[in-house]
């Protein structure tokens, strides 16, 4: 069971648009949810986090989203740059633990 | 700041046999964990420690799987035996555990055949 979901197992975007990953989970109790990104032979390296209590945090060119009612949040990166290419991980976590539930990625490419 | 190392980085066994990895996680940190990331999935958490404690492990495979912690510090996961399906690259992640944020070392990259 599957509890969160990146649905989008890839996307390409031109430099300079805007690149939105989506993720869904399925656990209402879910209260802390962290963006990782994730290039190759490297272990995945923390990019932005949200609060349950808040429904946006953004910090430079990244943005996260998050809609409780929908459980549903969305990482905006704007303006994409080529380095931006990588795999990214969206992850839960369940209220009260440091214990996290991780996405399947989404792979983002960068179009120069 | 050291970053969380891991070793070996690659690592080929027949199945059946026995293998081991090794994790250092950064210096202060309380919590370790040992993720395995099958091929088109994300990372599965197998254990998580506090100090040298076990915290979580209930998706570990204790049947072949074992993890150790030793003076909170240094961690150690073990496979005997190994399976196919075992083959996946094996994280290990550190916190403070006074944020959410873990710090992932570069994995151990397993092939069974």
């Known amino acids: 069971d599957q509890q969160v979901k990146q649905n989008s197992p890839s996307l390409s975007v031109q430099e300079g648009r805007i690149s939105i990953l989506n993720c869904d989970y399925t656990?209402?109790?879910?209260?802390?949810f962290l963006w990782y990104k994730k290039y190759p032979a490297e272990g995945p390296t923390f990019l932005i986090s949200?609060?349950?209590?808040?429904d946006k945090n953004e910090d430079g060119r990244f943005t996260v989203f998050l809609n409780k009612s929908a459980k549903h949040l969305s990482l905006h990166i704007v303006p994409s740059q080529p380095g931006d290419s990588a795999v990214y991980f969206c992850?839960?976590?369940?209220?009260?633990?440091?214990?996290?539930?991780f996405g399947t990625g989404t792979r983002l490419k960068v179009l120069a | 700041e050291a970053g969380v190392a891991q070793s070996p980085r690659y690592k080929i066994i027949e199945k059946r046999q026995s293998v081991a990895f090794w994790c250092n996680p950064i210096?202060?940190?309380?919590?370790l964990y040992w993720y395995q990331q099958i091929l088109g999935q994300g990372p599965k958490l197998l254990i998580q420690?506090?100090?040298?404690?076990?915290?979580?492990d209930s998706q570990l495979p204790k049947d072949r799987f074992s993890a150790e912690r030793l003076k909170g510090v240094d961690s150690t996961l073990k496979i005997q035996p190994a399976k196919l399906e075992d083959s996946a690259v094996y994280l290990c992640?550190?916190?403070?555990?006074?944020?959410?944020?873990?710090?992932f070392g570069p994995g151990t990259r397993l092939t069974v055949l």
């Open positions: 992850a839960s976590r369940y209220p009260g633990t440091y214990k996290y539930i």
């Open positions: 656990n209402s109790m879910f209260d802390y």
């Open positions: 949200i609060s349950s209590i808040k």
């Open positions: 210096s202060g940190h309380a919590t």
């Open positions: 420690f506090q100090n040298n404690g076990v915290v979580d």
């Open positions: 992640a550190s916190s403070p555990g006074t944020s959410g944020e873990q710090f």
